[in-house]
Structure formats: structure tokens, C-alpha cells
């Protein structure tokens, strides 16, 4: 017998790896996508079934984390063996401008559907996974975190999350449902969404070297986050649920980078050269210079040129000394996590979990992708077709 998922937030960066990944399982995945005014669904284009045809594996419904009859109803239907939660209102910083949304479907998003489980008696079939966050340390109280750290959070997309957290602890203590958190630390992919920041500096990097933006803005650089690939992450979001016992657990590489290193090593990758600029920069006593450090056989494989190159007629390289990241206080957070470093040896002991992808590895495959796509917009530029300079 197939066995049967139930993914929420299918659309976004973990719903998309994560279907694939169930589905190379032998997994019937079924996805729960929002209506939205214009198609939403680009990450997971590529599993799409004809809903015509027979036997589909692959099946997406309308529904929202914020309807709890739609889910319910849902439930009903597909009688999932597996539900993973992975929906939310997932950016910080969003988050402090829609503090009620995002507890209503962060937070008791999560309640809803732990209550349809019970209501359908479910309870011994349907196994829970709830993705939850390193974010719900926020003002850190123990370095590295590890699943008994206190947690401290620091703004309304972790309050919810802490909510979504404790009620799964409470429906696997009350009603024996198989239920998991997954604390899982940050983790990026070339589907990551074009506003958190490791993404917004990959794609900001690659256009800069095709001369199609001219700087890149950015807030705190000197945060610290533990960065891992969501394509190893999922796979143990699915290995929780596996498991004799339900249990919660720390992911996490291990390993702490600032956000100034991710420019750095994404600059590297292209061989580009950086100026800063900026409220915040002084704190370490500089306007920087980084020189790459990338080997010219690579960065020619790429197509851009490194400084001392001969301009191509097809591309506006920024000439040394132009100034292509600039602090801006505009994203700093009212209130921020400095610094988040995960202890992934439960894990690593009870999951086998051993992180697949190194930090350059990721960088490297991010701006890989994002050069590829600047690469489409600098064609279709100099055909004539508009492109807009860059997302926020
Ligand atoms: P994304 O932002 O990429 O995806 C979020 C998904 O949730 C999207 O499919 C989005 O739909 C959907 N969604 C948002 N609001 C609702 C709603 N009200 N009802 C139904 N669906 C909704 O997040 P990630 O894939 O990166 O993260 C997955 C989960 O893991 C999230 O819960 C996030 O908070 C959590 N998490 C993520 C980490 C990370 O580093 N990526 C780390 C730790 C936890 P749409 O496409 O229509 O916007
Ligand atoms: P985070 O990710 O808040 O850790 O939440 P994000 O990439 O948004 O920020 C990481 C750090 O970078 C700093 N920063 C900026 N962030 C953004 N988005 N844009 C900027 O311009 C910028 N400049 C500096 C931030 O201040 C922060 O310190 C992510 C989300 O996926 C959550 O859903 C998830 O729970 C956590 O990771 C773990």
C-alpha cells in the first residue's frame, strides 16, 4: 500500500523539496496551495498531473491555514498517513507589520489542524510534523541551542511559532497523536524566496555583475545565522516522522556564518569586487574592499569578468571602487536575533542526520541559479523587453 502525505505551504521552498522527496518515495502526495490572483505554484510546476487522468500521485486543493472547515474537510478526504505543517507567514520581518495574521495562521493555524486529527478521530493514524524554528530562541540563552535550550522569542512570527511548538507537544502528551517538532535552523536553497536575505544577496550579486542593479541594500550584516540546504532538511523532517517514538528536534549544520560572509563568498563565486557603505559598517571599522578570491577559470565558466578583464559589449561591470552594498537601517528589525547556532547531535544520533551541503556549496549553487535567471532578464533587456531592477 502507497503510503499518503498531506503537505501545507506546497508552494513555498520546503513544500516543494519535500513533495519531491515523498514522491521519489513512492509517497500519493497531496498539497494544500492558496487562491491567489496569479499562479503560485512555479516551484512545483514540474510535478503537476493532469487532473484528467487516473491514478494521480500528485494532487493539490485550495485551502488556507486560516479556514479551519476547509482543512478539516481536506483531512476527511485524502485520510492522510502523514501531515506536514510546513504553511506559515514565514518572515520575520513581515511579521511585525502583520502580528494578528500571523498568529492567527502561524499559531492557531497549527491547532487547527491538530484538532481536525482529533475531531475525525485520526489520532492513531495520522502522524504530525510541525515546523517549527530556531527562531523560537531568539535572544539566545545558551550557545550551541539544542532541544532542552529555553526559548526566548523575539518577534510575532516566533510568538506564534512558539505557540504552534507547545500545542503539538500538548496533543502528543493528551490525546497520544504522533506528533513532531522540527527546530530547524535556517536553511536556503536556488527556491528560497527572493526576500530573505540569502537569497535577496545572491540575486542582487549575480544582476550587479550583469549590470542590471546597481546596489545592493541591505540591514544587520553582521548577524549570525547556522545555514544548511533545505533539500537535506526535508529529508529529516520526513525521518521524524519514521521513528518508533515521537519526538522533537534540533537541525542544523553546526556551523555559524555572518551575513556579511554570505556576501562575501557570494561575491567570490563571481568574482566580483565590493565596496560597503553605510550605517552599521563602521562597527567593524570599515568601507571594505573584497577582493575575489574565485579562480578565473571558474568565473570565465560563469561568463562574468573579474576586474582587469576586457569589458564585454554586452554587460555594465561595476568598475572597482563603485559602491554595490549599502547598509540600510530601513531593515533592521525592532527587535533582532543577533546570533543562532544549532547543536544538531540528537540528530545526528538518533536520525543518522549528517548535513549533505557545505556552505560554499550552497552559495555556490544559489548564485549559480540566480546568474542563470539575470542572465534570461539581460537577454530579454537588450532585446528591448523591460526588466524590473530588484525585489526588496
Ligand atoms: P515559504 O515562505 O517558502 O513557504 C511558506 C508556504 O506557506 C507557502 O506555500 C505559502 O503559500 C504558504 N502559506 C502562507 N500562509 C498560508 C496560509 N494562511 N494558508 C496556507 N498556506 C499558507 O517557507 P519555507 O518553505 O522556507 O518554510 C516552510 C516552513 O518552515 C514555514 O512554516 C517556516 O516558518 C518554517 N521554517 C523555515 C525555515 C527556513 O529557514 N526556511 C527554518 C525554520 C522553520 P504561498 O506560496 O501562496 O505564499
Ligand atoms: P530569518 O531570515 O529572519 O533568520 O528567518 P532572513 O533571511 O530574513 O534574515 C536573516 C538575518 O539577516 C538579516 N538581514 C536581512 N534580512 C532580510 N530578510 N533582508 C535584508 O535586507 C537583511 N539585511 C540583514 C536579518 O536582520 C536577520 O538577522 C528565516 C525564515 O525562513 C524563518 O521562517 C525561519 O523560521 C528562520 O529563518 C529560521
Known amino acids: 500500500m502507497k503510503k499518503t502525505a498531506l503537505i501545507t505551504g506546497i508552494t513555498g521552498q520546503d513544500g516543494a523539496y519535500l513533495a519531491e522527496f515523498l514522491l521519489k518515495k513512492g509517497y500519493i502526495v497531496h ?9 503560485n505554484t512555479d516551484r512545483i510546476d514540474h510535478l503537476y498531473q493532469d487532473p484528467h487522468i487516473e491514478n494521480r500521485n500528485f494532487i493539490l486543493h485550495y485551502g488556507d491555514l486560516t479556514d479551519s472547515t476547509n482543512l478539516i474537510r481536506i483531512i476527511q478526504l485524502v485520510q ?54 530556531s527562531e523560537l530562541y531568539g535572544l539566545v540563552q545558551e550557545t550551541p541551542q539544542k532541544e532542552t535550550t529555553p ?24 490525546y497520544g497523536i504522533y506528533a513532531c517538532n522540527g527546530i530547524l535552523f535556517n536553511h536556503e536553497s536556488p527556491l ?91 562597527e567593524i571599522g ?12 571558474r568565473s570565465k ?24 552594498v549599502r547598509v540600510d537601517p530601513r531593515y533592521f528589525r525592532p527587535t533582532e536575533v543577533e546570533t543562532l547556532l544549532g547543536d544538531p547531535t540528537k540528530a545526528k544520533e538518533k536520525l543518522g ?9 550552497l552559495v555556490a549553487e544559489m548564485v549559480r541559479g540566480d546568474f542563470e535567471e539575470a542572465q534570461k532578464d539581460e537577454l530579454c533587456r537588450r532585446h528591448g523587453f523591460n526588466t524590473f531592477n530588484y525585489h526588496e
Open 80 to 133: 492522510p498517513d502523514e501531515i506536514y505543517n510546513l504553511a506559515a507567514m514565514s518572515h520575520v520581518a513581515v511579521s511585525f507589520e502583520t502580528p494578528e495574521y500571523t498568529a492567527n495562521a502561524d499559531g492557531i493555524g497549527t491547532l487547527r489542524i491538530l484538532e481536525a486529527i482529533r475531531i475525525l478521530g485520526l489520532e492513531k493514524k495520522t502522524r504530525f510534523y510541525q515546523a517549527s524554528t
Open 192 to 282: 528560497r524566496g527572493e526576500t530573505f536575505v540569502t537569497r535577496k544577496i545572491t540575486r542582487a550579486v549575480a544582476r550587479i555583475a550583469l549590470g542590471l542593479q546597481d546596489c545592493l541594500h541591505l540591514g544587520n550584516m553582521n548577524s549570525l545565522r547556522d545555514w544548511g540546504h533545505a533539500r537535506d532538511y526535508v529529508e529529516m523532517q520526513w525521518l521524524m516522522l519514521q521513528q518508533d517514538k515521537p519526538e522533537d528536534y534540533v537541525i542544523a549544520t553546526g556551523v555559524q556564518y555572518s551575513v556579511r560572509d554570505f556576501v562575501n563568498a557570494a561575491a567570490n563565486e563571481l568574482g566580483i569586487t565590493l565596496r560597503w557603505e553605510g550605517e552599521g559598517v563602521d
Open 151 to 174: 526559548f526566548y522569542p523575539r518577534s510575532p512570527y516566533a510568538v506564534a511559532k512558539l505557540y504552534g511548538y507547545w500545542i503539538t507537544v500538548n496533543y502528543r502528551e493528551a
Open 301 to 324: 565558466e560563469l561568463g562574468v569578468r573579474c576586474e582587469g578583464d576586457n569589458p564585454s559589449p554586452l554587460t555594465s561591470h561595476p568598475s572597482p571602487g563603485d559602491i554595490i
Open 286 to 297: 570599515i568601507v571594505e574592499s573584497v577582493k575575489s578570491g574565485s579562480e578565473p577559470g
Open 31 to 39: 498539497g494544500i496551495k492558496r487562491r491567489t490572483s496569479l499562479f
Open 353 to 361: 542526520w549528517t548535513p549533505r551541503t557545505s556552505f560554499e556549496e
